[in-house]
């Protein structure tokens, strides 16, 4: 059974850019939430989709957006981008919402320069 | 303001010992816990969870203990191997919030052969 499956691994932008990360979660999961990895801030909760809907959202600004599209696969969109937006970018995919075990991708890495 | 702290940044354990990592949080919805455990340019890859129904979990060379009155978790690995060396995470959710986990700063455990 294929494991969640992040595109691109590796990203290079330019300050004011915008870019967009997709993740296809493991076939059956309906949930996918995204996190971002610093070193500074450690691992911080993005969003989370399930069914389609946004069902949770962490502490980031509106720059950060997201989208859940009926096979379950998801897309994340950065827009303006800045220099702190440099980071790991994780998705997670579970089969409920609640309560369940959350598997990560490798996660895309976003150089912002 | 850390809601989840992991207060051993690293762990150094000889090959066959125990490793005992540590979990504190501070918010009392909470009420769902993990462990990952995490390789550099990796996603975390889940290891066992805890409801707080319970205050003991088992899968095989891992054990989670909750307790929920001090607000404390640990991941027990017995016997530890070199192949566990790596940094481990302990994630928090709240009841039907959804998957937003909260993590943990993470413990770099180094098993010594």
């Known amino acids: 059974k294929a494991g969640v499956t992040q595109t691109p691994r590796y990203l290079i932008k330019t300050r004011g850019q915008q870019v967009t990360l997709s993740c296809s979660p493991i076939s059956g999961h309906r949930s996918v939430s995204w996190y971002q990895q610093t070193p500074g801030q450690g691992l911080q909760f993005l969003f989370e989709y399930f069914s389609e809907t946004q069902r949770n959202k962490g502490n980031f600004p509106g720059r950060f957006s997201g989208r859940q599209f009926s096979n379950s696969r998801s897309e994340m969109n950065v827009s303006t981008l800045e220099l702190g937006d440099s980071a790991l970018y994780l998705c997670a995919s579970s089969l409920e919402t609640g309560e369940a075990e959350a598997f990560f991708g490798q996660g895309t890495r976003l150089t912002v320069v | 303001d850390q809601q989840v702290k992991q207060n051993s940044p690293s762990l150094s354990v000889q090959e066959g010992r125990i490793s005992i990592l540590n979990c504190d949080y501070t918010n009392s919805m909470f009420d769902y816990f993990l462990w990952y455990k995490k390789y550099p340019a990796e996603g975390p890859t889940f290891l066992i969870s805890i409801s707080s129904i319970k205050d003991k979990n088992e899968d095989g060379r891992f054990t989670v203990f909750l307790n929920k009155s001090a607000k404390h978790l640990s991941l027990h690995i017995v016997p530890s191997q070199p192949g566990d060396s790596a940094v481990y995470f302990c994630?928090?959710?709240?009841?039907?919030?959804?998957?937003?986990?909260?993590f943990g700063g993470g413990t770099r455990l180094m098993v010594k052969p």
């Open positions: 994630a928090a959710s709240p009841w039907e919030a959804g998957n937003m986990l909260t």
